[in-house]
């Protein structure tokens, strides 16, 4: 079984289209259950058009921490939370209208933000990540609203096995040559797989990174720190220079991969490493002899510096003018010396 290559914003799309379509044959009764949730179909189409709302701001927003704060509540006990809600006077032609017009969102996003990074319960995620979440939650909910509304629903089969590869790569390695559309509903307990248990718990992952087999372009990417401890290194380059975590993965016995980077920014990213031998302990904050060894850049020195010197960043000299631009050297938690650099032109 060889791996798929990477979700897409067009899967996003299709997979939408589909799932109008499919929905566009249903009766009346929207207010029945969906099959094997607590809500009806209408509330499980709600959550789902407000989930790939919800996948398209942290796409184009990349929080970190936390989805992008927008107030969500149930419209009843035991309902759906949300912040965005279909109006239910418009019917099952404006649900269609919505549900399709949140999947182009979402499909926009990704094709317009590919090196996004963001916040997501399963883990820090990326673009084609969020793609593949909205798929797998528009095969799965609408599923739920077909089979409870006596449709047929067939999703594409491509985008299916592109989105198991890329977050439920374990379910499909079990699943084996299985269908994709009928492991990925198996692997989100929706139905059965023929020798398989059945699911009663899953989870994706979510994830950074290619898929495997699909290498990055070249280029240099990471940049390593040395540090003491993962903690104040982290809050020291989040805080104080407003960087935004790309990954924080646990790797056990302690270690962690920690890579932070300037939001919005291009180039490489900086892995901050933390110590572990008595030579690297003895690198931490000069690993470039005294001398400046990394360089963030700008577009607005003032600003950065006010921002960065109000934050307890410690500049070792004041701005100064050059013929390539404007420049300070200030160091970072451990002494390492940066130049905060707005080029010239």
């Known amino acids: 079984m060889g791996t798929p290559g990477p979700v897409t914003a067009d899967d996003v799309q299709r997979t939408t289209e589909a799932a109008v379509a499919a929905l566009s044959a249903a009766p009346d009764g929207w207010d029945a ?10 509330e499980s189409l709600d959550h789902l058009a407000e ?15 936390r989805y992008v704060p927008f107030a969500a509540a149930a419209a009843r006990p035991g309902g759906p939370e949300l912040a965005l809600r279909v109006d239910p006077g418009s019917g099952a032609d404006g649900m269609l209208e919505a ?9 926009a996003a990704v094709r317009s933000e ?22 797998v939650e528009l095969v799965a909910h609408v599923r739920d609203v077909a089979a409870a509304l006596g449709v047929a629903w067939e999703p594409p089969r491509g985008a299916c096995d592109r989105a198991l590869a890329r977050i439920l790569p374990e379910a499909r390695e079990r699943a084996g040559g299985a269908d994709p559309c009928a492991a990925l509903l198996w692997a989100t307990g929706r139905a059965g797989l023929p020798g398989l248990a059945p699911l009663e718990a899953w ?6 990174g290619r898929t495997p087999g699909h290498a990055p372009p070249a280029g240099l990417s990471l940049v390593t720190v040395l540090v003491e401890e993962y903690g104040p290194a982290l809050a020291f380059y989040r805080d104080a220079l407003g960087f935004e975590v790309v990954e924080d993965t646990d790797r056990g016995d302690g270690k962690r991969w920690v890579v932070v980077a300037p939001r919005a ?27 400046v060894g990394l360089f963030l850049t700008t577009r607005d020195f003032a600003a950065d510096h006010a921002r960065m010197a109000a934050a307890g960043v410690r500049f070792l000299e004041q701005p100064r003018r050059e013929a390539y631009g404007t420049v300070a050297v200030f160091e970072d938690l451990h002494g390492n010396r940066w130049d905060l650099l707005e080029p010239a032109g």
Do not use: K
């Open 51 to 65: 989930t790939l709302v919800a996948y398209a701001l942290q796409v184009t927003g990349r929080p970190q921490g």
């Open 99 to 107: 549900l399709r017009a949140a999947g182009v969102l979402l499909a």
């Open 265 to 291: 920014g291009h180039g490489a990213a900086v892995l901050l490493a933390r110590a572990d031998s008595e030579r690297q302990r003895a690198r931490v904050g000069d690993q470039h002899g005294g001398r």
């Open 33 to 42: 259950p969906a099959q094997g949730v607590e809500w009806s179909c209408w």
């Open 114 to 135: 590919p090196g996004a990074v963001a916040w997501h319960p399963s883990g820090t995620s990326d673009a084609e990540s969020f793609a593949a979440m909205g798929v």
């Open 203 to 208: 989870r994706w992952r979510g994830r950074t």
